[in-house]
């Protein structure tokens, strides 16, 4: 997924949640698509320019963290998990 964030590009499952601010609920990554806006790390708003989906074999692993909510993950986005 390309942002204009900085033009960060973040690599993620698809099941990775973003919290989406125009919805305000959380959006799995595969769900997102071009133009649609998530809360970057900083609770800045940051636009999706494209989203790109490939497959790959990757060990993945949910961080939670006890008492955080939300968890600023690579590329700054605050999600539910870090996978």
């Known amino acids: 997924m390309k942002t204009d ?12 949640q973003f919290y ?12 997102l698509e071009p133009g649609q806006e998530f809360q970057g790390g900083k609770g800045e708003p940051a636009r999706i320019l494209d989203v790109i989906a490939y497959g790959a074999e990757w060990t993945t692993y949910d ?7 939300h968890v600023p993950c690579a590329g700054g986005a605050y999600t539910g998990s870090c996978t």
Do not use: F, P, Y
């Open 5 to 16: 964030a900085d033009s960060q590009t973040i690599k993620t499952t698809k099941h990775h």
């Open 20 to 31: 989406e601010i125009i919805r305000n609920s959380w959006t799995q990554a595969g769900g």
């Open 63 to 69: 961080l939670s963290v006890e008492g955080l909510a």
